[in-house]
């Protein structure tokens, strides 16, 4: 079993729709969490830390569910622009800063 | 404003050929790392360095090296490359108390042929 699991996608949805991406986590000592987005052959850039009581960025919610072990992202009023690949982030215990990276979701947003 | 430089971009390489990537940032961080991304898996770490004069491995060191040069500095030195190590490779920093957060570079797409 991966450590962290996301469905590949894609999800290709109309501009305006609300998309939501799970993503679970196998190691219950996992300590922080993390949403991070990805280009077409771009590097990955962080687009929101994931926190106990979730928390919100302007169209972008993000939840996360201890015991269930799964964090998720929702995306409201999708634009053209959010077309890219959402990557699920956890930290785990260890000596140094331990990020485990999921595969990564699609999502394609279309006119 | 220049973040993370990582060159080359783009490289093909035969069978048992050695070259390195360098990577360089400009942000004072202290934290740098080498990771690999492979379609249908994620990024996975392959060394690190916490500070500088440091270096430790991830979970994919087996045929590289890396040098800590300075602390703007982290190279990954492929010895003898092979096939298995065709991918796109990627150096981050990190620094501060907000160290998950990584600044990474624009990426190297490796051939081995």
């Known amino acids: 079993r991966k450590e962290v699991e996301q469905d590949p996608g894609p999800f290709n949805v109309p501009e305006g729709a609300t998309v939501a991406f799970n993503c679970t986590y196998s190691n219950s000592a996992s300590q922080s969490f993390f949403w991070y987005r990805q280009d077409c052959r771009k590097e990955p850039k962080l687009l929101m830390s994931?926190?106990?009581s979730g928390n919100e960025d302007g169209r972008f919610t993000a939840q996360l569910n201890r015991a269930s072990q799964y964090i998720s992202l929702l995306i409201r009023d999708s634009k053209l622009s959010d077309s890219a690949t959402y990557l699920c982030?956890?930290?785990?215990?260890?000596?140094?800063?331990?990020?485990?990276f999921g595969a990564g979701t699609r999502l394609a947003v279309h006119p | 404003n220049a973040g993370v430089t990582q060159t080359p971009k783009f490289q093909v390489l035969k069978t048992g050929q050695s070259m390195t990537l360098q990577c360089a940032q400009d942000?004072?961080?202290?934290?740098m790392y080498w990771y690999r991304q492979d379609p249908g898996m994620g990024l996975r770490l392959i060394y690190y360095?916490?500070?500088?004069?440091?270096?430790d491995k991830g979970e994919v060191p087996n045929g590289y090296n890396v040098s800590r040069l300075n602390k703007r500095e982290f190279s990954l030195r492929l010895e003898s490359a092979a096939p298995s190590q065709t991918s796109v490779y990627f150096c981050?920093?990190?620094?501060?108390?907000?160290?998950?957060?990584?600044?990474f570079g624009s990426g190297t797409q490796l051939s081995v042929l």
């Open positions: 942000m004072n961080h202290n934290s």
């Open positions: 981050a920093s990190s620094g501060g108390t907000a160290r998950e957060k990584l600044f």
């Open positions: 994931v926190y106990s």
């Open positions: 982030v956890v930290r785990q215990p260890g000596g140094y800063n331990k990020l485990i």
């Open positions: 360095s916490a500070s500088e004069g440091t270096t």
